[in-house]
């Protein structure tokens, strides 16, 4: 009789989701001592999830990661599935029943929501979907977003919140020749945004922006960064946290922002000014937002433990449009255990439970920010993914070894009539993305619907 995981019955895994965590537990499930069958399941005709869709278009540097999943989609124990939504076009259940395993790495998909009056209003937007809408995400092509006013506020400080902000202070000339999507650069150029006020709750010392992205907005060409120097003026907890080994990062953000602050006004276009203990208590507007009033915050507590809590005292920002970047929730699939209050997946180092602290569930499995939160870089995804699978192995003696994997995948979404597509069409999407490009001088010119990527695809 034979074991799971030799020739004559592979351990078959799908794996929802093919973003970095995706790609990961693909890598470590190939380089295991069994043999496997690996079902790379993706909602949209595109792989790479985030590093396509959410890296900001002038750093791509950052989408180098995209040579390491193309690497090990040419291994043949990988099978990739495009255009299937779990949940939708094949049930939760019945994935666990055509594979061994189901490992679900499809991240945190949603803004979390600031709870306040007006958040609403029109010209309230969330940062993934202007992220996405720049990067060409099909999901977003069709939004609009108002430049025409003078002021714009981002709510939020950390790096999403820093993408945000620069792409409306870069000049066109700064942008044209990333992989930008068209209609978006076209919206970009017609901007008649001059201020952008990046507004965080807590200091600056607790600001979790990358230094490195800092630095960028002194390069910007026409845009002025800038900080109140009274705003640096660190309470003694705060000069604790950056003075120890801990807080070196945060000391090279206070570093940098005390150049902001002692940046000279040459009459550039724009100002991006940063500011800091401020939480928004409403949005006001006839009709579409006008005006955000913000509580004034003070720090309390420990180095490290330090809250942000009201004074009372008010302060108003009038602007035109708002983005809201203050963390990020999984969204629950129907069939698979979720977590509200974190909006992840409930888990125990990667093996699913039927709920925060309960009893694992046989054959499903979880990585990435839907298991753990949005937190980390691309690259922490790997030991993420890895802890993931280790756990997956430990549990293959207890795994139901009769399943038909891709063949009776592939018998469901046949019966439900879905497009669906394999890495050989992507690469045509992908080729011809790369051609479009050339002609403007860019990485690449996105298709930015799916009916265009599914017909250049041949599905």
Known sequence: MSSLGDESNPLRVAIVGSGPSGFYATEALIKSSLIV????????????????????????KLKQAIKVYKKVAQNPEFNFVGNVTVGVDIKAEELQQTHHAVIYTCGAETDRRLGIPGEDLPGSHTATEFVGWYNGHPDYRDRTFDLSHETAVVIGQGNVAADVARILAKSVDELKQTDIAQHALDVLAESRVRTIYVVGRRGPAQAKFASKELKEFLEIENCRPYIDPAELELNEASQLEIDSKEGRGNKKNIEIFHQFAGSEDTG????????????????????????????????????????????????????????????????????????????????????????????????????????????????????????????????????????????????????????????????????????????????????????????????
């Open 268 to 459: 550039k276009q724009r100002v991006c000014i940063a500011t800091f203990l401020k939480s928004p208590l409403r949005l006001e507007g006839e009709g579409r937002l006008q005006k955000i009033i913000f509580e004034t915050n003070e720090l309390s507590g420990e180095p490290f433990r330090q809250s942000a809590k009201g004074t009372g005292q008010t302060t108003e920002i009038d602007c035109g449009i708002m983005f809201r970047s203050i963390g990020y929730n999984g969204v629950p699939i129907e069939g698979v255990p979720f977590y509200e209050r974190w909006g992840t997946i409930p888990n125990d180092a990667g093996r699913i439970t039927s709920e925060q602290g309960g009893a694992t569930v046989p054959g499903l499995y979880t990585a990435g920010w839907i298991k753990r939160g949005p937190s980390g870089i691309i690259g922490t995804n790997r030991a993420c993914a890895v802890e993931t699978v280790e756990a997956l192995l430990e549990d293959v003696g207890e795994l139901d070894t009769d399943k038909p994997g891709r063949e009776g995948l592939y018998k469901i979404l046949n019966s439900n009539n879905v497009s669906y597509i394999d890495y050989a069409q992507w690469e045509k999407i992908d080729a011809a993305e790369v051609a479009a490009g050339e002609l403007k001088s860019k990485p690449r010119e996105k298709f930015t619907r799916r009916t265009e990527m599914l017909e250049v695809a041949g599905s």
């Open 37 to 60: 069958e690996i079902d790379l399941i993706e909602r949209l005709p595109a792989p790479f999830g985030l590093v396509r869709n959410g890296v900001a278009p002038d750093h791509p």
